[in-house]
């Protein structure tokens, strides 16, 4: 069992940046890959982008491609997002998560388990 801990999330403006964290609990951190997934209210949860054990790989949603950046520290057992040039629209309830398999990873909420309890993110017009 994993549990997940984000944080970092708050209140800025358009153009700003903020830089969640994701904190799991475990031994076993470097083996799971991890996604980055957004609810806005009255909408589907969204990817948002994912990372491999290692951290070689990154794979980002086309709305987020450019300006976000997920990276882990497989030592302190988190896994980052950075996000700049923040939008109205990217204003959500962020959560991490374990994908399920640890080698092909996915763009669909099923396909992970062990969420976090989310942060949220408001950006400003």
């Known amino acids: 069992q994993v549990q997940l801990v984000e944080s970092g999330g708050g209140l800025v403006q358009a153009g700003g940046s903020l830089r969640l964290s994701c904190a799991a609990s475990?031994?076993?951190?470097?083996?799971?890959?991890m996604g980055w997934f957004r609810q806005a209210p009255g909408k589907e949860r969204e990817f948002v982008g994912w990372i491999s054990r290692d951290g070689d790989s990154t794979y980002y949603a086309d709305s987020v491609k450019g300006r976000f950046t997920i990276s882990r520290d497989n030592a302190k057992n988190t896994v980052y997002l950075q996000m700049n040039n923040l939008k109205p629209e990217d204003t959500a309830v962020y959560y991490c998560?374990?994908?399920?398999?640890?080698?092909?990873?996915?763009?669909?909420?099923?396909?992970?388990?062990?969420w976090g309890q989310g942060t949220q993110v408001t950006v400003s017009s």
């Open positions: 475990g031994r076993t951190f470097s083996r799971y890959a």
């Open positions: 998560a374990v994908s399920n398999n640890p080698i092909f990873l996915s763009t669909l909420a099923r396909m992970y388990s062990y």
